[in-house]
Nanobody, 124 residues
Framework: VQLQASGGGLVQPGGSLRLSCAAF????????MGWFRQAPGKEREFVAA????????YYADSVKGRFTISRDNAKNTVYLQMNSLKPEDTAVYYC??????????????????WGQGTLVTVSS
């Protein structure tokens, strides 16, 4: 099982980035997918999640209206489109897979598999 996150980098405030996470070794379409982030000195926090089919999406209040999570089950990939980025969005972003498709999606302990993380830095 492997989750490979990519797409991070340095971006100016107000800019955009698109993160990708490719999944290998499990039935991607049967897993809810999530994105979490961890800023220096802080706990890892929930950012967004998407149901098996992509029909339901969930966001942290801090990113709602700016970030969009999506998935392509044919490509075994989940995406996080990040717009209007702010310095406080600076963090390592992790994708994660959860075999459930109902119940809470905010707690990292509920996720089965994790990617290695990709660093997003928002700075002028």
């Amino acid at each position: 099982v492997q989750l490979q996150a990519s797409g991070g980098g340095l971006v100016q405030p107000g800019g955009s980035l698109r993160l990708s996470c490719a999944a290998f070794g499990f039935t991607f379409g049967s897993y809810r997918m999530g994105w979490f982030r961890q800023a220096p000195g802080k706990e890892r926090e929930f950012v967004a999640a998407i149901s098996w089919s992509g029909g339901n999406t969930y966001y942290a209040d801090s990113v709602k209206g700016r970030f969009t999570i999506s998935r392509d089950n044919a490509k075994n990939t989940v995406y996080l489109q990040m717009n209007s980025l702010k310095p406080e969005d600076t963090a390592v972003y992790y994708c994660a897979a959860d075999h459930r498709d109902s119940g809470s999606y905010r707690y990292r302990a509920l996720y089965d598999y994790w990617g290695q993380g990709t660093l997003v830095t928002v700075s002028s």
